[in-house]
């Protein structure tokens, strides 16, 4: 169909206001911060930034304390990433089967999803803490602690802790995604399966996975990028004590940032983790496609 000039400009016009506010509040704060990762833009030199070309990419790649951040952001999606998806998967695999309350349980199970990060990290906070409930709990009630431990004051305690949190918050959603996907899988699979005299474990693999294929690999890419993007839970749980050892990557460019005052080392840092990001899902798209031929 050809389409008139005035119609033409009509469709600009309806879509001038939503490009203008891409424009302004997306587009150009992406390449001002990647024109900032060559200065050296500080608070210091907040009125005169020295060009500096690779220097800030060249700093963060011998951060010690920004590859101790990036591995607990890797440690982080290794662990929150199946975990969300396998109890979701499973939990959706509970539910699709049974008759009545369905509703009930999807609104149970996804209530963690709508809670407020802040909220749901200060009450993480303050189970864990040292004097805090589960102490409490241990120590004068069930008796099996001597003294309090000190959860949230070391780096494995304290990533263990958001980590639990990641998972928890993440299987609603799962379960939701995963529940709508198994509508999809033909009944007819599951009856000819049952022919050939499949149990449930054999229709689970052989019928069951590779119909919601596609939605593994959509949750897989999604919840990858969300666990790079993890920033909130440390902040408010361990705020990357102690010494910056449970820092992740945003909360450590948050740091340099806010705190240190380094613009374009965050900048820098942004770029690099936005690159690595995207190496990631192409490596997970291709190896996806593989499975599938």
């Keep these: 169909m050809r389409i008139s000039t005035k119609s033409k400009w009509q469709i600009a016009l309806l879509l001038l206001p939503g490009l203008l506010i891409f424009g302004t509040f997306t587009l150009y704060p992406i390449i001002k911060l990647f024109y900032m990762s060559f200065f050296e833009w500080d608070f210091k030199n907040a009125l005169g930034q020295s060009f500096i070309g ?40 509970l539910i699709s089967q049974v008759t009545k309350f369905k509703v009930g349980y999807r609104v149970l199970y996804y209530l963690p999803v709508v809670t407020s990060w802040v909220i749901a990290s200060l009450v993480f906070k303050y189970v864990f803490n040292t004097e805090g409930l589960l102490n409490y709990f241990l120590v004068n009630i069930a008796h099996v602690a001597g003294k309090n431990v000190r959860w949230l004051d070391t ?8 980590m639990l949190l990641g998972i ?44 919601i294929r596609g939605t593994i690999l959509f949750a897989l890419v999604m919840l990858t990028i969300g666990g790079f993007n993890v920033f909130t839970s440390v902040k408010m749980i361990t705020g990357g004590e102690p010494a910056h050892r449970t820092d992740v990557v945003l909360t450590w460019m948050y740091y340099k940032a806010f705190s240190a005052g380094k613009f374009g080392y965050s900048a820098a840092l942004s770029f690099l983790i936005t690159l690595a990001l995207a190496v990631l899902a192409v490596i997970q798209f291709r190896l996806m496609q593989k499975k599938d031929r």
């Design 168 to 211: 928890w918050k993440g299987i609603g959603w799962n379960m939701v995604v995963f529940l709508a996907a198994l509508q999809t899988v033909s009944q007819d699979l599951y009856e000819a399966a049952e022919v050939d005299g499949a149990g449930p474990v054999r229709k689970l693999f052989a019928v069951t996975l590779p119909g």
């Design 54 to 93: 690779m220097g800030n990419y060249r700093e963060v790649a011998g951060d010690v304390y920004f590859r101790t951040a990036f591995v607990n952001t890797i440690l982080y999606t290794l662990i929150t990433v199946p975990g969300q998806m396998v109890i979701g998967f499973l939990i959706a695999l």
């Design 155 to 162: 780096r494995w305690g304290g990533l263990a802790v958001a």
